[in-house]
T-cell receptor
Framework: QKEVEQNSGPLSVPEGAIASLNCTYS??????FFWYRQYSGKSPELIMS????GDKEDGRFTAQLNKASQYVSLLIRDSQPSDSATYLC????????????FGKGTHLIIQP | DGGITQSPKYLFRKEGQNVTLSCEQN?????MYWYRQDPGQGLRLIYY???????QKGDIAEGYSVSREKKESFPLTVTSAQKNPTAFYLC????????????FGQGTRLTVV
């Protein structure tokens, strides 16, 4: 079974702090990893993509990938109330031909 | 503007009725997908298509059908065989399958009445 696991939360973080979201996956053949943000009632929007081990930074967001541990994370610095949403981890299990497999998402709440 | 357009935004289905959800993209992407999302749940893959005139079943294809006659279009039919169709349906596309990021339409919320 090809799985992508996330803690469903809610994860509550004070405004201005760092939010840390985690994701594990079961398929060692996975090559592409993505983080999406989804506001209630809306469709997912892409935040970050990462393909190789290490860190990738884009503004307040940093994605971290460790293929040996089958672990991908998203850090949000200087968290804002507008960051409150559900964050979905997506992985191309099966080497990519089968599309993306999504975790169930982590509900993040930024407290003013 | 480039993007993915789903219609309608809201759809109501009577028991035993087939309904078709539309998905059109002008991003020139080869791959297109249909996902289903239930409240508090992640996205589950219904069908996907890597090229025109070819498509594969995803994890929950029973009760659904698709076609891919044009690169730009990937309509989803929810048949009467789908016993619990009430959900949020999302269409997505990507340049070359799961290797690159997928972009989503605004979704169709289907309700059985």
């Amino acid at each position: 079974q090809k799985e992508v696991e996330q803690n469903s939360g809610p994860l509550s973080v004070p405004e201005g702090a760092i939010a840390s979201l985690n994701c594990t996956y079961s398929d060692r053949g996975s090559q592409s990893f993505f983080w999406y943000r989804q506001y209630s009632g809306k469709s997912p929007e892409l935040i970050m993509s990462i393909y190789s081990n290490g860190d990738k930074e884009d503004g307040r967001f940093t994605a971290q990938l460790n293929k040996a541990s089958q672990y991908v994370s998203l850090l949000i610095r200087d968290s804002q109330p507008s960051d409150s949403a559900t964050y979905l981890c997506a992985v191309n299990v099966g080497g990519g031909a089968d599309g993306l497999t999504f975790g169930k998402g982590t509900h993040l709440i930024i407290q003013p | 503007d480039g993007g993915i357009t789903q219609s309608p935004k809201y759809l109501f289905r009577k028991e035993g009725q087939n309904v078709t959800l539309s998905c059109e993209q002008n991003l020139n992407h080869d791959a297109m997908y249909w996902y289903r999302q239930d409240p508090g749940q992640g996205l589950r893959l219904i069908y996907y298509s890597q090229i025109v005139n070819d498509f594969q079943k995803g994890d929950i294809a029973e009760g659904y059908s698709v076609s891919r006659e044009k690169k730009e279009s990937f309509p989803l039919t929810v048949t009467s065989a789908q016993k619990n169709p009430t959900a949020f349906y999302l269409c997505a596309s990507s340049m070359d399958g799961g290797y690159t990021e997928a972009f989503f339409g605004q979704g169709t919320r289907l309700t059985v009445v």
